[in-house]
Each structure stands twice: as structure tokens, then as C-alpha cells.
């Protein structure tokens, strides 16, 4: 219907009203609108920006976590408190805030609600936060004092306390220590046997200052004290030799060697020993009758060698650190030759290995050839076998220990022949060179980047100078010996790149291994990234904490790798590839974020700086299972890591 047949029908006293109205607009203007507060430019926040609660015992813990938008709050009080006050701050300055101030608790076992009103500066838009106190049972103990502590050393014997213990008495010193006992064990008691107890076992000390806080829970969950123990180890004692010397004999002493034979011609009657301990304080001894006799070092001395031809001398040579708690022994048996003795210092047989394989020498062994030279994989690292046979059973071999590391470049290898006359010697020589290893780089994505998509492409380069690398597979799996959980890169070139599917993971800090495998699957070289999942909708996990401690002192810095394998699923989960940490730094609490619910187990691993997880097994490792579900987990015990000397 058109507006005109419309209008041609309405009454005509409606048509006389109608033609009013549009006359009085006309005079007066349109109404006004009712007023929207969203149009008068008052802000509507009304959150908290931070919530505390104090008694007059401390801070009281809430649960959960504060978080602005979490509306209620919990937390426990002893029995004796009966206020607490609540301190919070509205997160918009222009927002009003009720509520804060001193509550009254109520009777013993009551729960006490308290509630925060934010009323933002528009005058509508409101907030409510409720904190809800619970006051201790009055059959719950607040006692949370010791009944005693003690501390004892690696031998079991006490360690006194300054001052004598006292329960009032919160604060305690050892001092002087002997360095070498690194671990010293902390028992302690609580007056009220329902108090719990935690930082005791092994105490592991490092030269210095140390420190350990004992923390006592009382029955009621919530009143605490911490007693401290505070100790001083002294500098570090050795036992090692620097010096060990038979003139006029030529002897190459090395400190990680034990034993050695020795070739003295007919004519040298005697040796002169010298020796020189690495610390001024080890006290060194000698014996030449198996320990029957002995006598403490002091100046050179001279030791007789018997008839020509004679019975060999055994020397024994013991030193011992100044406490007492390190030892060195080592060896030298010398044989006088005889008269007519052969003259003869020639092999007819010589291998040198690396991990349990010969190496092969160039030119072919020959008798009347002394210099030599071999070539081992950059991955090999050391000597681990010598074998020489001399042309006469007399002559002595020898050579330096099986633990001799590789250089990347050249290292020389000396194996000395004398022969049975102790006079005519021989030196064969094997220059064995270790190139430089192969390197893989991570290009993208940057490290720390944050990804936001339930897939992530990644792209590097690699460095093959010696033809190494066969394949590159990229995952979570931070093993060597195994590829589980890991996808095989594309190669073009000295470039690869592959896509990693994320679903399902947690949002948080993530870290993937690049692993770069030779034709046999062993990894030859590796790298390591740190990134952050944060895809919309993904879970945002939990913080599993782990206490550590180590059980014997570091011998120098290191680096500490946390990694977690589900195993229900048989996967990894977040991982820290590589935090540098030092003796001071223990004990210490170690938290990785974003763990869903699960049954983990959980590998700490301390390696000298530099090596990573995968291609250095040697290396300090401890496992511990912890259960994540529904909530942050702490470890419930202390996981104890072995410091001391990486072998």
C-alpha cells in the first residue's frame, strides 16, 4: 500500500492530530534520547590489579594465584590470629574501592568471607571479589618448633653446632670445614610430631659460604618457622703430584697415570727421587717393601736399584690430602739390566684405537719407521687402547694414558721404547688429527620467537667439512639414541626445513632439537631452540617444580638440562636445554611451565658448559617421577644431583 491510499483512509480527527504533531516538531525540535553511559566517556574497568592479605604471623597465602579475573579467593590462618587485614588495588585509578581494611575472624575451625567491591568510574559497571579465611581448628597445632638438629659428615660423625641447639634459637654455624666432605647430612625432629619437616638429608657444601634454611610446618598447614644452618668449607685440598722424578731416568709423569715400568742401564747403581705435591699440604710417603716400611717424603732421596740383572724395584709413592680425603697412588717398577743385556728398542707390532677401534696408520706399520699418521672422526675424542709389542721381551714400552683427549686439529702420540740394557731407546710417533666437527644452525623461526599457529615451519643450515652428516631430523626428543617423537628434515643443498605439528600442546616456553644423524644413525652434531606456543584456545598447563640439590661439590660451572617424558603417552613435554647454574646456586627450585596433567618422569642433567644433552653421556644425571593433575605440582622431595669430577 502506497503512503498516499494510506493516509486517505485515517480518520480525519487523526489526520488533524497527526498534522499537530508535525507542527509541534517543527516549533520545538526532535525529543532528547534517553542517556547511554557508554556515550558519556567514563571508563568501565572495574578489575583488581593486585589483592593481599597479612596477619600479624605474615602474608597469607591465597589460593588461587591472584588473577583479575577470578572472583573468589582462599586462605588459612593459626588459631591465635584473629584479624587479618586485606590490601588491594583497583587496576583503574578512576575506579572506587570498598571492602579493604581489618576483618575479624571468627571462632576456632570458621570461615570468614570478605568481600571487594570495584565500581568503575561510570557508576555502573561493578566488580565483586570475595576472600574467604579459614582460622585453624583449636585441635590443630601451631607449633612449629624443633626438638632438635643434627649434622653429621661423610664418616658419620658429628658436626657441632654454634651455639648449642636451642628451639628458640632459629640460626646456626659450622665452621671451618675440611674441604672434600662435600656432603654432610642434616637430621632434625619436630617438637610436635604432626609438624612436618623439610631441607633435611644430604647437604651438599661448596668452598665458602653455604647455607641451608630448615622449614617447619606446623599441624594447622599454615604456621611456620625456619631454622638456618650456615657453614664454611675451606680452600680445596689435593692430593695430586705435580712433579715425580727418577734421575738420571727419563720419565714422562702424568697425574692420571698409575703405573710405570722403567729400563735402568748395568752401570746405574741408584735413582734420585724427587717429588712435589700440587698442594704444599698433602703429605707424600714412599715405600719399597710393599708398605711393610714407610717413610714420609720430604727432600729428594735416593733409591738403590740392586745387583745388575737382579730383582726389579718396586717403588710405592702414596699422597694424601691435608684432611685426609683424597688419595694418589701411583707406581714405578724399575729393572736394573743386566750385563750383555740386549740393546734392541724396536716394536714388531703397533695400534693405536679410538672408541675401541684401531686406527690406521700411514705408511704401514714398519720396525725401522718411527713417524706416523692417522685420522679419526670429529666426534672421537680420545685414545682408548695402545698396543705395542717390543722386538725383546726385556725392553719396556711406554706410552701416555688411555684417557689422552683429542684436539680438534693435530694431537701426537709418543709411544718410547728402551731397551733391555736400559741404555739404546726408540720413540714411535703417531700424529692423529680430528677435524673440526660438523655444525647445524637454526634460521627459523628466531629464537624466543612466539608462535601463534598449531604448526610451525622450520629452516637452517648445516656445515659438513668432513662428509658426516647422512640426515637431520627435528622434534622434541632430546635423545641421541633414539628418533621417537622426531620428523625427518628436507635437504637441498647444505639447507633443510621441515614442519612441526603442535596440536595439542600447552601454551608456554617450548624448546625443539635439530639432531644431524651419520649413515650409522649416530649424532654427529645438534642445536637447540627456545620458542613460545601461544595458540588461541590451547591449555595453558601447569608449573611442575622440582627441588635440587647436588651430593658432592661442583668442580667448576655448569649446564642444567630438565626435560619431561609422559609416560602414559611416551612423549616429551617442556623442556630447558642449557641453563648455566654453579655451585652457589644450589639448592634450588626449577620450574617448567606448561605441563599438561600426566604421569611424567623427569630428568635433571648437569654437563660441563657447552655439551649438550644428547652426544656427552657422561654427564650427571638423576631421574624422579612426579604426577601433574589438575593444579601446579612441587616434586615432594629433594631430587640430589652428583656434582664432583666429570669422567
Not at 570458621?110 to 576472600?131: F, H, I, M, N, P
Not at 683424597?326 to 714405578?332: N, P, Q
Request: contains cysteine; charged residues 15%.
Amino acid at each position: 500500500m502506497s503512503k498516499s491510499s494510506f493516509t486517505s483512509i485515517l480518520p480525519a480527527a487523526l489526520m488533524a492530530a497527526l498534522a499537530f504533531f508535525t507542527v509541534s516538531c517543527d516549533l520545538f525540535g526532535p525529543p532528547a534520547p534517553t542517556e547511554d553511559p557508554a556515550d558519556t566517556g567514563l571508563s568501565s574497568g572495574a578489575y583488581l590489579s593486585s589483592l593481599s592479605v597479612s596477619a600479624s604471623s605474615g602474608p597469607v597465602a591465597l589460593t588461587p594465584v591472584f588473577d583479575k579475573e577470578a572472583g573468589g579467593f582462599s586462605g588459612k590462618v593459626g588459631r591465635s590470629i584473629t584479624q587479618v587485614t586485606i590490601a588491594a588495588t583497583a587496576a583503574d585509578a578512576s575506579a572506587t574501592l570498598e571492602g579493604e581494611g581489618v576483618v575479624t575472624l571468627g571462632d576456632y575451625g570458621s570461615v570468614t568471607d570478605a568481600a571487594l567491591t570495584v565500581t568503575a568510574e561510570d557508576g555502573v559497571t561493578k566488580r565483586t571479589y570475595t576472600v574467604s579465611i579459614t582460622r585453624a581448628r583449636l585441635d590443630e597445632s601451631d607449633d612449629a618448633s624443633l626438638a632438635s638438629i643434627a649434622v653429621e659428615d661423610g664418616e658419620s660423625s658429628p658436626a657441632p653446632l654454634s651455639p648449642a641447639f636451642d628451639p628458640g634459637i632459629l640460626e646456626y654455624g659450622l665452621e671451618d670445614l675440611p674441604y672434600g666432605y662435600g656432603v654432610y647430612w642434616i637430621s632434625a625432629s619436630a617438637a610436635d610430631a604432626a609438624a612436618s619437616v623439610s631441607a633435611t638429608g644430604p647437604w651438599a657444601l661448596a668452598e665458602g659460604s653455604n647455607s641451608r634454611e630448615i622449614v617447619v610446618v606446623a599441624q594447622d598447614g599454615v604456621t611456620t618457622r625456619t631454622y638456618t644452618l650456615r657453614a664454611v668449607m675451606l680452600a680445596p685440598e689435593g692430593s695430586r703430584l705435580s712433579i715425580l722424578e727418577l734421575s738420571p731416568l727419563a720419565l714422562e709423569f702424568d697425574p692420571k697415570l698409575e703405573g710405570y715400568e722403567l729400563a735402568a742401564s748395568t752401570g746405574t747403581a741408584s735413582v734420585t727421587l724427587s717429588l712435589t705435591p700440587e698442594f704444599p699440604t698433602a703429605i707424600v710417603e714412599y715405600s719399597l717393601d710393599a708398605w711393610a716400611t714407610r717413610s714420609v717424603y720430604t727432600a729428594p732421596v735416593e733409591i738403590p736399584l740392586g745387583t745388575a740383572g737382579g730383582a726389579p724395584v718396586v717403588l710405592e709413592i702414596l699422597s694424601t690430602s691435608e684432611y685426609g680425603t683424597f688419595t694418589s697412588a701411583h707406581t714405578v717398577t724399575i729393572k736394573r739390566a743386566a750385563a750383555g743385556a740386549s740393546n734392541d728398542p724396536s716394536l714388531t707390532s703397533l695400534s693405536v684405537g679410538s672408541y675401541g677401534s684401531p686406527l690406521a696408520l700411514t705408511p704401514p706399520f714398519d720396525p725401522e719407521e718411527t713417524n706416523y699418521t692417522a685420522s679419526v672422526a670429529s666426534n672421537y675424542g680420545y685414545i682408548s687402547s695402545i698396543d705395542a709389542t717390543p722386538a725383546n721381551a726385556g725392553a719396556i714400552v711406554a706410552h701416555p694414558a688411555l684417557s689422552l683427549e683429542l684436539q680438534y686439529g693435530e694431537t701426537n702420540v709418543d709411544i718410547t721404547v728402551t731397551a733391555a740394557d736400559g741404555v739404546a731407546t726408540r720413540t714411535y710417533s703417531v700424529l692423529v688429527t680430528r677435524p673440526l666437527p660438523p655444525t647445524v644452525e637454526v634460521t627459523s623461526p628466531a629464537a624466543g620467537a612466539i608462535v601463534t599457529s598449531a604448526s610451525m615451519s622450520v629452516a637452517g643450515s648445516f656445515v659438513d667439512p668432513n662428509g658426516e652428516i647422512d640426515s637431520i631430523y627435528v622434534g622434541f626428543n632430546p635423545f641421541g639414541y633414539d628418533l621417537e617423537g622426531m620428523i625427518p628434515a628436507e635437504i637441498v643443498g647444505s639447507a633443510f626445513s621441515a614442519t612441526l605439528d603442535l596440536g595439542g600442546m600447552t601454551k608456554g616456553p617450548k624448546s625443539f632439537v635439530v639432531r644431524a644423524l651419520d649413515g650409522d644413525g649416530s649424532t654427529v652434531c645438534s642445536a637447540y631452540l627456545d620458542f613460545t606456543l601461544d595458540v588461541e584456545g590451547a591449555p595453558l598447563g601447569h608449573a611442575l617444580t622440582i627441588p635440587m640439590d647436588v651430593l658432592l661439590p661442583l668442580d667448576g660451572p655448569r649446564d642444567l638440562y630438565v626435560i619431561i617424558y609422559d609416560m602414559d603417552t611416551g612423549t616429551y613435554g617442556p623442556m630447558s636445554m642449557g641453563t648455566p647454574v654453579a655451585a652457589a646456586d644450589f639448592p634450588l627450585s626449577f620450574s617448567l611451565v606448561g605441563v599438561p596433567d600426566g604421569h611424567w618422569m623427569v630428568q635433571a642433567v648437569l654437563t660441563m658448559p657447552g655439551r649438550d644433552e644428547a652426544t656427552h653421556m657422561n654427564n650427571i644425571y638423576r631421574n624422579v617421577a612426579a604426577e601433574v593433575s589438575g593444579a601446579d605440582a612441587i616434586y615432594p622431595e629433594m631430587v640430589y644431583l652428583f656434582g664432583g669430577t666429570e669422567f
